[in-house]
């Protein structure tokens, strides 16, 4: 069965994703395995991506949508997909909608460092193209099975800085068909926010929402007061202030260093993140909620869910676990603390770390740190979701709010 060559099966154990009518439940996609360990050493190139691959069942069989067996499901209903090529990764979503939400019924991811060095020379790297393009003829054969009926496909912070970026997306499009949608940085806000909101607590008065990426990192301000009824979508009229950083993961381990980081360079890579937050909010309002202790975190990203993977003591990564944990202000400090405190083998060596994030998980760690003490919130949720999510969430709401009969169960001509 296509998708079979690279990774081990995953089921789908039943699981409806949080969608149009805000009912909340679990994403299903399978994350990396950290039961694999790796050998010591940066994982780059091809040979990373394989090794994710492997790990992670990185390529899933797509799973009949009522009883969990592999079958073509090709009259179940219309199908909607969601591909977010990213400056470190190349994620895949396909799903069918339901009455409550949607869904998934195949999914892939696969590190692929496009943004490689672009920070620097201002260009994809011939090696870093051709990964994405490795995973994306991948992305295209899974599209093309399962008869997508719409999808959003993206590119994000590496295609936004890089000066060939039209030049790779036109090479894709010759090479694979698909065709790449490069987005600004507040489409890539809002997706975050829509693809995460059944996690924010509705109890609060609002949630500083970040995604860390590779190339950049989108903080969003969500003001709740007033408004706690709206879901799924409708949450992305909540935004009040946003901002995106021109840092992420891949560039600040490639400006500060990710192999050897002792406390003296973390606390040069909080001050470099540091510097640049006081965009978001510079009339302190939001300075002024935070004080009150009703507002939280709610991070998306490689970085936070590798740290929800060790406070938990995941002998594998297990999505179900990490997706909506809470952490409080302690456990992020131990956690940071414990990860800096590794020498680089160990990073490589941990379950949840491993060799594809061992040189940039600080970097991410730094980030957040900075985050935390611009805005020194109790508590953080983790989310082990985001754009691809948002990006379903949008086009089904499209579709249902234009009275479309695609939800009737049959697929269109």
Not at 209 to 216: M, P
Request: proline share 2%.
């Amino acid at each position: 069965m296509d998708g079979m060559d690279d990774g081990a099966p995953v089921s789908t154990d039943g699981d409806v994703l949080q969608g149009l009518a805000g009912e909340t439940s679990g994403t299903v996609e399978a994350h990396r395995s950290c039961a694999a360990r790796r050998a010591p050493g940066v994982a780059s190139g091809a040979r990373a991506g394989e090794r994710q691959d492997r790990a992670s069942g990185g390529e899933r069989p797509t799973m009949d949508c009522h009883r969990g067996e592999k079958s073509d499901c090709r009259d179940a209903g219309p199908r909607y997909a969601a591909l977010d090529l990213g400056t470190n990764n190349c994620r895949l979503l396909i799903a069918e909608p339901r009455r409550h939400g949607y869904r998934v019924v195949d999914a892939f991811s696969r590190i692929i460092r496009l943004g490689e060095g672009v920070s620097v020379d201002r260009r994809l790297g011939e090696a870093a193209m051709r990964r994405a393009m490795d995973a994306l003829t991948v992305c295209a054969r899974k599209l093309g099975h399962a008869g997508v009926h719409r999808s959003r496909l993206i590119a994000t912070e590496a295609c936004r800085s890089a000066e060939n970026a039209q030049e790779f997306v036109g090479r894709v499009a010759d090479e694979t068909g698909l065709q790449l949608e490069i987005v600004d940085r507040e489409t890539e806000a809002r997706l975050a926010v829509a693809g995460c909101s059944s996690l924010i607590d509705r109890g609060s008065e609002g949630v500083v929402l970040f995604d860390i990426g590779g190339g950049s990192s989108e903080i969003v301000w969500v003001d709740l007061s007033g408004r706690h009824r709206l879901d799924g979508v409708a949450v992305t009229r909540c935004i009040r202030a946003w901002t995106s950083l021109p840092v992420g993961v891949v560039s600040l381990a490639e400006r500060h260093g990710g192999v050897e980081v002792d406390a003296t360079t973390f606390e040069a890579m909080v001050a470099d993140v540091g510097a640049m937050l006081a965009r978001l909010d510079r009339a302190g309002a939001l300075d002024q909620v935070v004080s009150r202790g009703r507002v939280h975190l709610l991070g998306t990203s490689g970085t936070v869910t590798t740290l929800a993977g060790v406070h938990l003591g995941l002998e594998r990564y297990d999505r179900r676990r990490v997706d909506g944990t809470w952490l409080n202000e302690c456990d992020v400090d131990a956690m940071i603390q414990r990860i800096l405190a590794m020498p680089f083998h160990e990073r490589v060596a941990n379950p949840c770390i491993g060799a594809d994030r061992a040189d940039l998980v600080l970097a991410g760690c730094a980030i957040l740190e900075a985050i935390r003490r611009r805005w020194p919130c109790r508590r953080l949720r983790v989310a082990d979701r985001g754009l691809r999510e948002g990006i379903l969430m949008e086009l089904m709401a499209q579709d249902r709010i234009g009275g479309s009969s695609r939800f009737s169960g049959t697929r269109p001509s």
